[in-house]
Nanobody, 121 residues
Framework: QVQLEESGGGLVQAGGSLRLSCAASGSIFSISDMGWYRQAPGKQRELVAVITSDGSTNYADSVKGRFTISRDNAKNTVNLQMNSLKPEDTAVYYC???????????????WGQGTQVTVSS
């Protein structure tokens, strides 16, 4: 009942910037936290950044000071501004949202299909 549509991935040189966006749609009653994860080949998926409904944020140590997460509650969107990109940021980035729908009495974590971010040196 909830779809997460991501956009903004691509190829960028080291030191450059990208802005990822994710829009949630469907039979949404409410959304608590929204965030971004990433996964590189051969590695486990890791949390990049998360933002709660009241605007509280948390970042992975590796991206602090370079990435900024934001959201628009009215539009059910979340963004990730990525600056000073490094080759080690190369990964598939996934949007996620903890949402409550009319179909289930409990919240469920939903995932986007992922968008590739490649940073060249």
């Amino acid at each position: 009942q909830v779809q997460l549509e991501e956009s903004g991935g691509g190829l960028v040189q080291a030191g450059g910037s990208l802005r990822l966006s994710c829009a949630a749609s469907g039979s949404i009653f409410s959304i608590s936290d929204m965030g971004w994860y990433r996964q590189a080949p051969g590695k486990q998926r890791e949390l990049v950044a998360v933002i709660t409904s009241d605007g509280s944020t948390n970042y992975a140590d590796s991206v602090k000071g370079r990435f900024t997460i934001s959201r628009d509650n009215a539009k059910n969107t979340v963004n990730l501004q990525m600056n000073s990109l490094k080759p080690e940021d190369t990964a598939v980035y996934y949007c996620n949202a903890e949402a409550l729908t009319s179909a289930l009495p409990n919240t469920v974590r939903y995932w986007g299909q992922g968008t590739q971010v490649t940073v060249s040196s």
